[in-house]
C-alpha cells in the first residue's frame, strides 16, 4: 500500500527567523485593543502602541529611550531608570492623543519578574494607561527605579579609580556621576 504525503511546507518567513509568534499575535488581535509593544536593543529601549489594520499594523505613537536625552537624561538608555522613564513618557503621549487602553506585547521575548519589560510597564501604568497585569509583585522595587542600586554600585567601586573609571567610563565622560542618579529628575 503506498502512502500519501503531504507535501512539505516551508514555515511562515518571520516564524522561520523567529520574529513573530502567530498565535500570540493573533490572540492579542482578537481582543481589539491597541497593542503596547515594546522592544530592547543594545543601546536602547523602544515602545510602541500599535492599531491592527487589515493593510497593515499602523503605529499610534512611538517612543525610544534616546528621547530621553532631549529631556536632559545624562545616564544609559538600557537599564532599569531607562525603561522606568521611557514608559512614562510613552504613557503621556498616549493619554494627550486620547489613548487610554492597550495590552501588552512582549514579542518572543517573556518577561522575568521584576525586569526591564516590567519597568517599562510600571511607566506606562504610572502615566494612566489601563494595562492588564498580573498585580504590583511583578514590578521592580521602587529602588532600583530611581536607580538607587547604580547609585550604591558607584559609590562601592569608587575604593577601586581603576575600575571604576572602566564600568563608569561613559557616564564620566558625559560629566554625569552614577551616585547622582537618584538626584536626577
Same mark, same amino acid.
Given at each position: ?24 499575535? #493573533?490572540?492579542? $488581535? =482578537?481582543? +481589539? *485593543? ?5 522592544? &530592547? ?7 510602541? /502602541? ?34 522606568? #522613564?521611557?514608559? $512614562? =513618557?510613552? +504613557? *503621556? ?5 486620547? &489613548? ?7 514579542? /518572543? ?77
Amino acid at each position: 500500500m503506498v502512502r500519501r504525503l503531504k507535501p512539505r511546507t516551508v514555515a511562515y518567513r518571520r516564524k522561520r527567523e523567529q520574529r513573530t509568534d502567530y498565535p500570540k499575535r #493573533l490572540k492579542s $488581535l =482578537l481582543s +481589539g *485593543k491597541l497593542r503596547l509593544v515594546v522592544r &530592547f536593543t543594545n543601546q536602547r529601549v523602544i515602545g510602541q /502602541l500599535v492599531e491592527f489594520t487589515p493593510v497593515g499594523d499602523k503605529v499610534v505613537s512611538a517612543v525610544d529611550s534616546f528621547a530621553l536625552k532631549q529631556q536632559g537624561w545624562k545616564y544609559s538608555c538600557k537599564n532599569i531608570p531607562a525603561a522606568y #522613564l521611557t514608559g $512614562l =513618557l510613552l +504613557g *503621556k503621549k498616549a493619554k494627550a492623543k486620547g &489613548f487610554s487602553e492597550a495590552i501588552l506585547d512582549t514579542g /518572543l521575548c517573556y518577561p522575568m519578574k521584576k525586569g526591564k519589560i516590567y519597568s517599562f510597564l510600571k511607566g506606562v501604568v504610572d502615566a494612566g494607561v489601563s494595562v492588564p497585569h498580573s498585580g504590583k509583585d511583578i514590578f521592580p522595587d521602587d529602588s532600583r527605579i530611581v536607580g538607587k542600586h547604580i547609585q550604591q554600585y558607584g559609590t562601592v567601586l569608587q575604593k577601586h579609580k581603576d575600575v571604576y573609571q572602566q564600568r563608569f567610563s561613559k557616564y564620566l565622560k558625559d560629566k554625569a556621576e552614577p551616585e547622582q542618579i537618584l538626584v536626577h529628575d
